[in-house]
């Protein structure tokens, strides 16, 4: 039986993440039992797991799930880069104080196991560790410049964790996702929410605002890759990462306009006719600093993949999350 | 009056950089009033300014200097990246954490000026923050994956220092200096030590050891650079870093047997015969794990210069350094 802790479980990543492992278990280990940590949980969620409610700025909750000695730990919790952005001390004191305590209070439990304890750490890292300028293709050895507080609190983040684990307290991977399209739900304020808007809101009958120019590139990974990563960072030979504990997942690079004539191959005109374009200049200078594609050589030597088409990612949104939109 | 405080301004590169200021003033300000901070201070060093005796672990006395409103501030204290490697927690609750409270403070003193109060903030990096493998020659979008704490300390400290700045807290830059050479005094137990060691002992008459293969190549600047760099630093525009404020330094890239042979030249073959090599496993290891050699074309274009022959970088210490050796 592994024992799993997903910390910011009750989030949509975090629940996607709780349904794999319900379903499959982590490669290698039969059966899993799972805790989520994290503020609150949707109420038709995840019934596979135990449920905590706390917060990570709560130093005695981080020294608890530390003390619990979970073999696995997912860490997805964080505010999201506009609000990391609009609140400077709110960002720095939940994106990486907490995690800092949280490694402290491992390396305590590792030092009192006698060094037996190294549980495996999964963090959810993001591209937003890069700034602009950006070559056309991001290798892997392309420098983390961010432009924004939540990428440098990641950064941070990835930086404590690779040392750490250098040093044999936990077992941890800094995993930076794609922008995850489609997001189910509703939509939200965030600058990044479009992408996934111009797909979901016509695919439920609903109009959708386009902000930027269709010539927009960016890169994308589905829901279920991104619970797929995770799955996959918590069972991989970390000797394979050969000191580089951060990685650059893989993704699919495109622009809006081939993101719509997917839509138009999977759903229609009648769909492509809801996205009305309305332009932003905010949200356009923001996307305009964001990467738009990479060459992610290590993560695929190491066995990770997403989706190749966008027309896969839409269909997986209407597998996975339109029946309960 | 610009008012300039020093962290750490009681070690080698601190007193070079309080002698420089002292004599030269900052470009653009006519003259400096320097308090320096640190745990001690040499019996002979620069009798120009006002010295502080503290720890920088001390979060009281970090929140005093922030109250203390300097228009400079350099923080250059650390401990070194032997001990930072053998005391893990001493490493990152002197390296990083003081940093983080000591932004913290003075982004407590910025909002309580209502936001007048920006100083500038010039912060010691090193070339600890890259790790193996690496290209011939490192460029300046190269990744920062460190393979020691001391690094990954940097590294978390320039993320936190870019991020400050780009809110406008305080006005920051990090620069990256090479291996400081030829350090003046005693040898010590640095693994880097022996790079001085084969110039300096030989010319105070003294036998060296040198414990790597001549062919090992490694990127250097003397402490006169260092101090030049970093009063640079303290008065470049740093819009003209267009976000990206942590700098690689130029250096010198050379050979072991091309300082060697700049010995020659420059003292005779009679020095040059206190060499002793005997090779030492253990330093050739961490030594491999090493950068040799950089195109830091940004730091060039923003005017940042070193020696260019290894025979000037032996000439500074003859100059500055010996007679007092």
Not at 109 to 133: C, K, L, N, Q
Not at 242 to 260: F, V
């Amino acid at each position: 039986m592994t024992r799993v802790l997903i910390i910011g479980g009750g989030g949509m990543v975090g629940q996607k993440l709780a349904q794999r492992i319900a379903a499959h278990g982590l490669d290698g280990h039969d059966t899993c039992a799972i805790t989520l940590f994290d503020m609150g949980f949707p109420p038709n969620g995840a019934p596979v797991a135990t449920k905590i409610t706390g917060t990570v700025t709560d130093g005695a909750a981080m020294m608890q799930l530390a003390k619990d000695r979970y073999d696995v730990i997912f860490h997805l919790a964080s505010i999201v880069s506009g609000e990391a952005e609009a609140d400077f001390a709110k960002g720095w004191y939940t994106n990486m104080l907490p995690t800092w305590t949280l490694l402290e209070a491992l390396r305590g439990e590792h030092d009192a196991s006698g060094g037996r304890y190294v549980p495996r750490f999964v963090f959810t890292s993001s591209i937003a560790v890069f700034g602009a300028p950006y070559p056309d293709k991001i290798s892997d050895e392309f420098l983390s410049a961010p432009q924004t507080s939540y990428g440098a609190q990641k950064s941070c983040c990835e930086q404590m964790i690779s040392d750490f684990a250098r040093k044999g307290f936990i077992d941890g991977i800094s995993i930076r996702l794609p922008t995850i399209c489609v997001r189910p739900g509703k939509p939200n304020l965030a600058a990044s929410g479009f992408f996934s808007g111009i797909i979901r809101e016509p695919l439920n009958g609903m109009e959708a605002i386009l902000p930027v120019p269709d010539t927009v590139r960016h890169w994308h990974a589905s829901p279920r890759s991104a619970a797929k990563f995770l799955t996959e960072a918590a069972t991989i030979d970390t000797k394979r990462l050969e000191g580089r504990r951060a990685l650059n997942m893989p993704g699919l690079s495109c622009t809006i306009e081939e993101q719509i004539e997917a839509l138009r191959r999977v759903a229609g005109q009648k769909a492509v006719d809801l996205i009305k374009p309305q332009p932003d200049e905010t949200i356009m200078q923001i996307v305009a600093a964001w990467p738009r594609d990479f060459t992610p050589d290590r993560a695929a030597a190491l066995g990770f993949q997403a989706e190749q088409e966008f027309d896969e990612i839409i269909q997986i949104y209407i597998t996975d999350d339109l029946p309960n939109a």
